[in-house]
C-alpha cells in the first residue's frame, strides 16, 4: 500500500502565500508523476500542478506564474508554493501520485486534501 500525507493548508489573506507538502510512504518501487488538484465546493476536481520524476511541469492557467511545484525524489515529497494567492484559489487541495508498487503494479493515489482558504 502506499499513503500520502499532506500539510500546510490553512487560511491566508489576499496577496498571501502558502506552502504545501505531500510525503508518499509505504511498498513504493518508483513514483511516476505528482501532482496536486483542487476542488471547491459545487465543481470538479482539477488539476493544478503536475511533475514528472525527470522534473518537466504543467500547470493549471489561471496559477502559472503563482504556483510553483517541485519534488524531491529522494524523499518522495512534492511541494506546491502559493503565492499572490486570490480567492478564487480557495478550495481543497489534493496531493496525486502515479506509483508504481513492488507487489501491486503501477496506480494512481491520492492524500486525504488539505483546505485552503483565501480570504478577500
Known amino acids: 500500500q502506499v499513503q500520502l500525507v499532506e500539510s500546510g493548508g490553512g487560511l491566508v489573506q489576499t496577496g498571501g502565500s502558502l506552502r504545501l507538502s505531500c510525503a508518499a510512504s509505504?511498498?513504493?518501487?518508483?513514483?511516476?508523476?505528482m501532482g496536486w488538484y483542487r476542488q471547491a465546493p459545487g465543481k470538479q476536481r482539477d488539476l493544478v500542478a503536475a511533475?514528472?520524476?525527470?522534473?518537466?511541469?504543467n500547470y493549471k492557467d489561471s496559477v502559472k506564474g503563482r504556483f510553483t511545484v517541485s519534488r524531491d525524489n529522494a524523499k518522495n515529497t512534492v511541494l506546491l508554493q502559493m503565492t499572490s494567492l486570490k480567492p478564487e484559489d480557495t478550495a481543497v487541495y489534493y496531493c496525486?501520485?502515479?506509483?508504481?508498487?513492488?507487489?501491486?503494479?503501477?496506480?494512481?493515489?491520492w492524500g486525504q486534501g488539505t483546505q485552503v482558504t483565501v480570504s478577500s
Open positions: 509505504g511498498s513504493i518501487r518508483r513514483i511516476n508523476a
Open positions: 511533475i514528472t520524476s525527470g522534473g518537466s511541469t
Open positions: 496525486n501520485a502515479d506509483v508504481t508498487t513492488r507487489a501491486a503494479g503501477t496506480g494512481a493515489y
